[in-house]
């Protein structure tokens, strides 16, 4: 019988059963890892970190989706920052949309996707604009605005560890250049990480766009593979959540 050790938070660890290793290699940026779990399903895990799973994957992107799209209804155009598994893409594709820009940085998480997580994807990457790069680059450049702007991205660890992947996504600078491809009515969606064990991602997050917008706030959702509640940090101008 063979276990795998998923990781929540320094110290904490989640030990699930593994019934076959599906994908298992690395890319320029992280370990990449697909299993098949008696508990989870199929889970896509990066650095050792679970993303997404087959068995609450609905539970995440709901979540995440949801609070922005019952407010602005009519909204038509949305960029994904990260998000490379296409399972936030296939939600919105599925509630309607159809303009869709997903920036990803990780190539290798794009291809492993395509081939081992269809079944929660449903090819939503043939669907929708993939532009593979970096994320804060990209809204720099483009001079497209959007009506709903996710960050979906791995987590920060730490708002000091600037080298980190995604830790240069939390700052005043990515920030004013979100703003700068967002309408007046658009909303501002990222994933914060878990409260519970590590809040300041989330409070971090909060303190920085402050600055930038009129609104802001969180809220949360329970993700089992994730190990209890994880939260999401909103923004916007107009538009309260």
Known sequence: MTYKDLYIDEGVHMRTEVKEILYSGKSEYQKIDVIDTEKFGVVLCLDDIPQVCTRDFHNYHMAFMTA???????????????????????????????????????????????????????DSFDEIKVEIGDGVEFVKKTDKKYDYVFCDITDAWDLDE?????????????????????????????QTDLPFFWDKQRQDTLALLKKQFNKRGSFMTPVHSYGGLTSFVWASDAVDL
């Open 68 to 122: 922005a799209r019952d407010k602005i209804r009519d909204g038509e155009s949305a960029l994904i920052i990260g998000g490379g598994d296409g399972v936030l893409a296939r939600f919105l594709l599925d509630d309607g949309m159809k303009d869709i820009t997903q920036v990803e940085l990780d190539p290798k998480v794009v291809s492993v996707s395509r081939r081992y997580l269809q079944s929660m994807h449903k």
């Open 162 to 190: 600037m080298d980190h992947n995604s830790g240069k996504i939390f700052t005043d600078e990515f920030f004013s250049d979100v703003k700068s491809v967002m309408k007046d009515t658009s909303v501002l969606v990222c």
